[in-house]
């Protein structure tokens, strides 16, 4: 790790899990840390053990016009972003709607990184060099783009839905990396491992509590989760390196899928299409 001493780092889903202690371990490193959360508590819980230097962004990343609000209150309080670290996610056993009524996996785990991404990075630009850091997952290998219904209108299962979005992730971080050629912008993704974290956990009832069994005796601590992380946040011998993907253990390749440019392509068309459907909805 390397000394982040002026180094501004905006975390998603930094009030618990991998995030929180990503969060944790830069603000140690010297860095100022801007975390998005969308429960007050827990945001105020994680901005105390932070300390005086964190900055608290409450937000609902799956609301596309609350993903913006955030976009914009952080750049009226910060000048520079070194680090941006998409991380907030979420499965659902059940298939439930956002507020923009678009599935919720759909809107959480992917959508939300491409608008917040693309609302900051005119401010990562001026700070260049600068990274882009997207937390995806090993599902994405047995994920698979729906084309036609990404939102699981028919036959809804959680995982599908997850590995989906996972792919998602990753696609959207190799057609981005090539959009930042010559900028100075970096843009990688990650499997963090499998993490005991409160993923799937309170809002899925009993489903959502025998997952947190499962997770609570299989995963590994947030500690080894928080690793991949942090390694493409801070490591300088990363400097330059883009449209890779990691794991805590290094550089993988991904699923032959995700390299699939012209899928890629047409990703970025589809995101770009909920981005107007809501923009239109809300004049």
Known sequence: ??????????????????????????????????????????????????????????????????????????????????????????????????????????????????????????????????????????????GCIRWKDVERTWGYWMLGAYEQSKLANVMFTYALARRLEGTGVTANALHPGFVRTNIGGTQNGWLGRLGQRIIFYKGISVEEGARATMRLATDPALEGMTAKFFTRFGERRSSESSHDVNAQERLWALSEGYVRKAVIRNQ
Do not use: C
């Open 1 to 142: 790790m390397t000394d982040m001493t002026g180094k501004v780092v905006l975390i998603t889903g930094a009030t618990d899990g991998i995030g929180r202690q990503a969060a944790r371990e830069l603000a140690a490193l010297g860095a100022r840390v801007a975390v998005v959360g969308r429960n007050p508590q827990k945001l105020a819980d994680t901005l105390s053990e932070l300390g005086a230097g964190a900055v608290g962004i409450r937000a609902d990343l799956s609301v596309q016009a609350e993903v913006r609000r955030a976009a914009a209150e952080f750049k009226a309080r910060f000048d520079r972003l070194d680090v941006l670290i998409n991380n907030a996610g979420n499965g659902f056993f059940l298939r439930r709607l956002s507020a923009d009524g678009i599935e919720m996996t759909w809107a959480l785990n992917h959508m939300a990184y491409f608008i917040l991404t693309l609302e900051l990075l005119d401010v990562m630009k001026a700070s260049a060099p600068s990274r882009v850091v997207n937390t995806s997952s090993s599902a994405h290998y047995k």
